[in-house]
């Protein structure tokens, strides 16, 4: 299981931290990823990161802005959100992939979480 934390209201230039918390998992042997899905959009990648946290990838809309790491000793992944923009405005999602390795592909994905709302102002 997997539960996100730590989403809410903020002004754009603002920052947040997500937070998702595993169980029930084998956490370091999987990759993690944060997902988001806006309104009347489908859901889309975020960031990723590997089973040991040494490699990470993002989608381009977010390079520079966002960071993704992870806490094996926690079974924790976050997302610290830098400078937000009001088309950050989404629900995000974390998920867990079996195979390790980072990826971008939603498939791969075989655990997600319920979601935490994050909305960003102008």
């Known amino acids: 299981q997997l539960e996100e934390s730590g989403g809410g209201v903020v002004q754009a230039g603002g920052s947040l931290r997500l937070s998702c918390a595993a169980s029930?998992?084998?956490?370091?042997?999987?990759?993690m990823g944060w997902f988001r899905q806006a309104p009347g959009k489908e859901r889309e990648f975020v960031a990723t990161?590997?089973?040991?946290?040494?490699?990470?990838d993002y989608a381009d809309s977010v390079k520079g802005r966002f960071t993704i790491s992870r806490d094996n000793a926690k079974n924790t992944v976050y997302l610290q959100m830098n400078n937000l923009k009001p088309d950050d405005t989404a629900v995000y999602y974390c998920?867990?992939?079996?195979?390790?390795?980072?990826?971008?592909?939603?498939?791969?994905?075989?655990?997600w979480g319920q979601g935490t709302r994050v909305a960003v102002s102008s």
């Open positions: 998920a867990a992939a079996g195979a390790g390795g980072k990826t971008k592909y939603q498939p791969a994905y075989t655990n």
């Open positions: 029930g998992l084998t956490f370091s042997s999987y990759a």
């Open positions: 990161i590997n089973w040991s946290g040494i490699s990470t």
